[in-house]
């Protein structure tokens, strides 16, 4: 999506306060015992509350309102019966709808007590998201993002999955531009016009380097299997820099 008038762009700051109020809550919602299930029921009825249609669910049919993914699943976890336990990490991918404007959010979750690699990894995690954000602009490369997340991964210790990649957002969950590597991409060209939408959500990890499949349609886990994080914020391109409409307040 590209915003062309102030419309456009008040519908997405509607709809991106709402996710990200939504991921906010169920963040602070987290205590051991509690089922992912459970979570997600939060989630659904805070969306459903502000007018919202939970986006995964209305696009591709995903069996839950929002993707909940614990230790070694990296991404589109299912909620369900498994029980959230001290020493977890559990990342909540939020992602809905409203008045035809799409916005996308997420972010890991340490359940106490961690261990301080694992704070530190949660920490850099969404430094490593600012990190990308900041190439954000109108005229900027996109493979900016990439390089600086890499940079920064490299500095840091980090590896970082290269098959998630971020993607264009704002009048469906998925759309153009696909594919935004969050890592050094040599082949990316393409360059952020004015107005442009997309995700910038990299997946920060302590060894791990790809998402592969499970035995369900929808889940991914890290390989090697490491403790992996995602940070996400929805983004527009502007002459000043990047303008992130995920912001709970």
């Known amino acids: 999506m590209t915003v062309s008038s102030d419309d456009d762009l008040a519908a997405l700051r509607r709809i991106g306060r709402i996710v990200a109020q939504t991921l906010d809550a169920m963040g602070k919602a987290i205590e051991p ?5 459970e979570l997600d029921r939060i989630g659904r009825r805070l969306l459903e509350a502000a007018g919202a249609q939970p986006a995964p669910e209305l696009a591709y049919g995903f069996p839950g309102a929002t993707c909940i993914s614990v230790n070694e699943e990296v991404a589109h976890g299912i909620p369900g019966d498994r029980r959230i336990a001290p020493g977890d990490l559990v990342n909540i991918d939020v992602s809905a709808a409203k008045d035809g404007y799409f916005a996308d959010t997420g972010a890991s979750f340490p359940v106490p007590p961690v261990t301080r690699a694992v704070e530190r990894l949660c920490k850099d995690g969404r430094r490593a998201m600012w990190t990308g954000l900041r190439q954000v602009g109108t005229g900027k490369p996109i493979a900016a993002i990439g390089q600086a997340v890499g ?13 998630l990649a971020s993607h264009g957002v704002g009048h469906s969950l998925h759309e153009e531009p696909t594919e935004i590597a969050t890592w050094p991409d040599a082949s990316e060209r393409r360059v952020a016009t004015e107005g442009l939408v997309f995700t910038v959500e990299p997946f920060l ?14 889940t991914l886990y890290s390989r090697p299997q490491a403790p992996t994080v995602q940070y996400e914020h929805t983004v527009v391109a502007t002459r000043n820099g990047p303008l992130v409409v995920t912001m709970a307040s």
């Open 205 to 218: 990890s302590l060894g791990a380097e790809f998402a592969e499949d499970g035995d369900d349609p929808w």
């Open 151 to 163: 940079a920064f991964a490299r500095r840091n210790g980090y590896t970082l999955v290269r098959n």
């Open 33 to 37: 015992g509690m089922t992912t299930a």
